[in-house]
């Protein structure tokens, strides 16, 4: 059996230990590394920085206003800043605010299409669809404020409960009692007919038109160019029968129908679907002075 000097186990340790040790060049090399790694994260933070203070970014003052919570009961302005990107819409400019700065910012949008109606608002002093209205195409600071002559319930929603009543007043639906001799024939309508009403279909009952109507403002029971326009959608659709059309047309020469209209063209003006409403509503008028003149 051999044996080891406690002199050769202390010199075996220490040879070992030697090789584990990092030579001078491996810890030059890993100081290097590390100095070149800070000075990547240094000029990427420089340019990040920079980048930041070139970016271009949009104004916008916000109405705001919450009747149910302390200190903020008083209307006023909010001003948010907001990175501006190619093809940037009003509603995309509400959402990045909401999502960065303040949640609470309240706002109706749904399908970001220009065809659910429900994010109506009164941009730079014009109603507008938050959805379609380009950011590029207006002046800054850019004022968003709900619809006039609306209850606003919330920031930026109103109460639209009164704009469905006027829609609903005019029953806004087919109704006919002609029906095709055939049980499973179709209800036919002429290429000529279906031009004429075209644009009538196009409404999406935003309110933009009732908005900026003056009459409506001041008369609350008007039915207002959104309601005549369905109105007139069904009356003049020939597929309704002529005893339908006697009743629209009663419902829309009463008092506070057509001919409370001033032909302002206003409504016509603020359509985000470009529907001729005072030229239906003109039409109208005259289909119900050829009914009342009938002699026969």
């Known amino acids: 059996m051999s044996t080891q000097t406690p002199t050769q186990t202390e010199e075996s340790s220490e040879t070992d230990a030697e090789a584990d040790a990092p030579s001078k060049g491996d810890e030059r090399r890993d100081e290097k590394r590390r100095r070149a790694a800070e000075e990547r994260a240094r000029r990427q933070a420089e340019e990040a920085e920079k980048a930041a203070a070139d970016e271009e970014t949009v104004e916008l003052k916000v109405f705001r206003y919450?009747?149910?919570?302390e200190g903020k009961q008083e209307p006023r302005f909010d001003t948010f800043h907001?990175?501006?990107?190619?093809?940037?819409?009003?509603l995309d400019a509400l959402m990045y605010s909401r999502d960065t700065y303040d949640s609470s910012l309240t706002f109706r949008h749904s399908c970001r299409q220009a065809v659910c109606g429900s994010d109506a608002m009164f941009v730079n002093g014009g109603q507008k669809l938050a959805c379609k209205t380009q950011i590029s195409e207006l002046e800054e600071p850019i004022r968003v404020e709900p619809l006039p002559h609306a209850e606003v319930r919330k920031d930026l929603v109103v109460d639209m409960e009164h704009f469905y009543d006027q829609m609903e007043a005019v029953e806004p639906y087919f109704q006919t009692n002609e029906y095709?001799?055939?049980?499973?024939?179709?209800?036919?309508?002429?290429?000529e007919n279906r031009e004429k009403i075209k644009m009538s279909t196009r409404c999406i009952w935003c309110s933009a038109c009732m908005s900026s109507c003056n009459i409506a403002a001041g008369d609350?029971?008007?039915?207002?160019?959104?309601?005549?326009?369905k109105a007139y959608r069904f009356a003049m659709d020939e597929r309704e029968g002529e005893d339908i059309k006697q009743k629209r047309l009663e419902i829309i020469e009463q008092e506070h129908g057509v001919w409370r209209c001033q032909t302002q063209f206003s409504c016509t003006e603020?359509?985000?679907?470009?529907?001729?409403?005072?030229?239906?509503?003109?039409?109208?008028?005259?289909?119900?002075?050829?009914?009342?003149?009938?002699f026969w």
């Open 270 to 294: 603020v359509c985000p679907k470009d529907i001729p409403l005072t030229e239906h509503i003109q039409e109208l008028k005259r289909e119900a002075v050829k009914n009342n003149l009938k």
């Open 82 to 90: 907001v990175p501006f990107t190619k093809g940037m819409t009003v």
């Open 66 to 69: 919450d009747p149910e919570v």
């Open 180 to 191: 095709p001799d055939g049980e499973l024939e179709e209800q036919r309508q002429t290429r």
């Open 220 to 229: 609350n029971e008007y039915l207002g160019p959104a309601a005549i326009n």
